[in-house]
Every structure is written in structure tokens, then in C-alpha cells.
């Protein structure tokens, strides 16, 4: 049997933490040790921040929803934005040594590390939605 959260913020950077925390208390449901928690806790947070500055260009306006579905041996989160979407193939590789001193592109980077599975969709209403999943098996 499972168990889903669901809210909508706004596109501000005072509410990751909210729903970060949030990450953390269910995955700790779950039976997640500290430190795997904080790494779902960490790929949350990165999927927030993108949604709110790559996928809502920062406008107030446009929500970001978030949904948790907590499971006896899993967790997923979906993060849906209300941007244009992007091809994530075109992204940079933030390993190569061109793009080590970047200050920043490696959220997608560490969402794929700390997860078992990171999936971008396109929403039929418009946006985007990315998919994360870890398996307590994985942890």
C-alpha cells in the first residue's frame, strides 16, 4: 500500500527547504538511512531549484507541484514545472575538464548519482515533469 503527498508552491526559493524536509521525513518513513535520506533530501532540493530557475524562468506566477509516493521499499518524487521543457542529451557533461571549474551544472549531475532513476516527461497539460525513484534494496 502506498501513501502520497501532494502540493503546489509557488516558484520562490524560500520553499525548497519546506518541501526538502519533507523529502527527508518520508524517506526516513521508509527506513532510509541518514545518510541515503540526505542524499533524496539533496536531489529534491536540486530538482526544485531547476523547476523554479530553468523550468518557471523564475516567475512567481507559474506553481511547481511536487508529489511524493511513499511505498513500503520506495520512494518517488515527481517535480512538474510549467516551462518549455529541454532536451537534458544537450546538456554538458560536468565531468569534463572544461566544465570542472563551472560554479554551477551539476543538479541533473547529483539527481542521477543519489537516485536509482531520474525521468523527464512532458506533462499533457503544459511543463515539464521530472521523475526520481530509489529503491530501499539500492540504499
Known amino acids: 500500500m502506498s501513501e502520497t503527498i501532494e502540493l503546489s508552491i509557488e ?3 524560500e520553499f525548497v527547504d519546506m518541501v526538502a524536509s519533507i523529502s527527508r521525513d518520508a524517506a526516513g518513513r521508509i527506513g532510509f538511512d541518514e545518510d541515503t535520506s540526505g542524499w533524496i533530501e539533496l536531489a529534491v532540493r536540486e530538482a526544485l531549484i531547476n523547476a523554479i530557475k530553468h523550468g ?9 507541484d511536487v508529489r ?8 518517488s518524487v515527481y517535480v512538474r514545472d510549467r516551462g518549455e521543457g529541454f532536451d537534458h542529451a544537450l546538456l554538458p557533461d ?3 575538464p572544461g566544465n570542472l571549474l563551472n560554479p554551477t551544472g551539476r ?3 547529483f539527481m542521477r548519482t543519489f537516485m536509482d532513476e531520474v525521468e523527464y516527461l512532458s506533462h499533457p497539460e503544459g511543463g515539464s515533469v521530472v521523475r526520481m ?3 530501499k534494496h539500492a540504499s
Open 133 to 135: 525513484y530509489k529503491g
Open 11 to 13: 516558484s520562490k526559493y
Open 94 to 96: 560536468p565531468l569534463d
Open 56 to 64: 518557471n524562468k523564475g516567475d512567481e506566477g507559474k506553481p511547481v
Open 107 to 109: 543538479g541533473i549531475f
Open 68 to 75: 511524493f509516493v511513499i511505498e513500503k521499499e520506495a520512494l
